[in-house]
T-cell receptor, first 113, second 108 residues
């Protein structure tokens, strides 16, 4: 298994600003992912964070809005840019060996005012 | 059509009951299958992987039917602490698809 930590755990931000969320894994993992979860809803995949190359974004998510870095096999960041109230959500990162189970961080609860 | 479909519930059962959740998936090329548990305001946690031969972990039994593209989870002797949302997940070529979850309430 893998233990994943995220920072910050929560934040309240003003519209128009940006927030960078950090995700740290306690072991090297092949795959890392970023998800968004609205209250009472299931997870929506934002992108796959690829080590050493550009992230792969899902339909409806773009790099300018959600730039992602993955400098090594244990760390990734997601930035939520030019925030609006619609970006208020829980953001979760996950990681795991390729094709097998993935483990989640505790999430970052973002509120945009 | 969603990749993974689940009955959202809620399933309200008494302690000690046996409850079963079902899930269907649309991609016949799916290669890996899981059940996750998510408590309110917490992250999803892996409950168990699901294998073609079926697998059991204590009170939990998971089954996979590839021909019908159907996954099930059986919980025996339900405990109050089993109350949570159960997410069905499939994986294919390093991509994972989550169902919307089935909510279970176990009552005293």
């Amino acid at each position: 298994s893998a233990v994943i930590s995220q920072k910050p755990s929560r934040d309240i931000c003003q519209r128009g600003t940006s927030l960078t969320i950090q995700c740290q894994v306690d072991s090297q993992v092949t795959m890392m992912f970023w998800y968004r979860q609205q209250p009472g809803q299931s997870l929506t995949l934002i992108a796959t964070a690829n080590q050493g190359s550009e992230a792969t974004y899902e339909s409806g998510f773009v790099i300018d809005k959600f730039p992602i870095s993955r400098p090594n096999l244990t760390f990734s960041t997601l930035t939520v840019s030019n925030m609006s109230p619609e970006d208020s959500s829980i953001y979760l990162c996950s990681g795991g060996p390729s094709g097998y189970e993935q483990y989640f961080g505790p999430g970052t609860r973002l509120t945009v005012t | 059509r969603k990749e993974v479909e689940q009955d959202p519930g809620p399933f309200n059962v008494p302690e000690g009951a046996t409850v079963a959740f079902n899930c269907t998936y649309s991609n016949s090329a799916s290669q890996s299958f899981f059940w996750y548990r998510q408590d309110c305001r917490k992250e999803p946690k892996l409950l168990m992987s699901v294998y073609s031969s079926g697998n059991e972990d204590g009170r939990f039994t998971a089954q996979l039917n590839r021909a019908s593209q159907y996954i099930s989870l059986l919980i025996r002797d339900s405990k109050l602490s089993d109350s949570a949302t159960y997410l069905c997940v499939t994986g294919n070529f390093n991509k994972f698809y989550f169902g919307s979850g089935t909510k279970l309430n176990v009552k005293p």
